[in-house]
Each structure stands twice: as C-alpha cells, then as structure tokens.
C-alpha cells in the first residue's frame, strides 16, 4: 500500500513540475511576442527618425543648389552688361 502512495505522490509532483514547466513557457512565449512588438515599434521609430532627418537634409540640400543657382544667374546678369 505504501509504494502505491509513494506511486501517486510522485505522479503528482511530476504532474505539478510539468504544469509549471508549460507555464514557464507560455510565460516565456508571451514575453518573447512583446519584445519582437517593442523591437519593431522602436525600429519603425528609428526609421521614421532617419526619413524626416534625410527629408530635412534634402530640402537644405535644394535650398543650398536654389540659392547657388540664384547667385550664378545673378553673376551671369553682371557679366553680360
């Protein structure tokens, strides 16, 4: 009688440790799915940052060759008349 209890008892643990084990890695799953989301998030935020920084980069670029081609027009004027 006493091996079937001792049987039981560790059925029992060993139903616990695998229940906790699943758990563990529900938990672990979970938290994996979070991280890639708060990856992407940070990523997409990163990215928008760099496409307004070469957005900015790019205006200051043409408003740089717009005031060059200004001042070469204005030369050329001067050396005409």
Known sequence: ???????????RVTDLAESLIATAAEAGDELAAIQ?????DAY???AQD??????????AAVAAL??????AE??????GE
């Open 1 to 11: 009688m006493a091996n079937h209890q001792r049987i039981r008892a560790v059925r």
């Open 44 to 46: 997409l935020g990163t």
């Open 50 to 59: 760099r496409l307004a920084s070469a957005k900015e980069s790019a205006k």
């Open 66 to 71: 717009r005031q060059w081609l200004g001042e």
């Open 74 to 79: 204005d030369n050329d004027d001067d050396a």
């Open 36 to 40: 890639e989301e708060i990856a992407g």
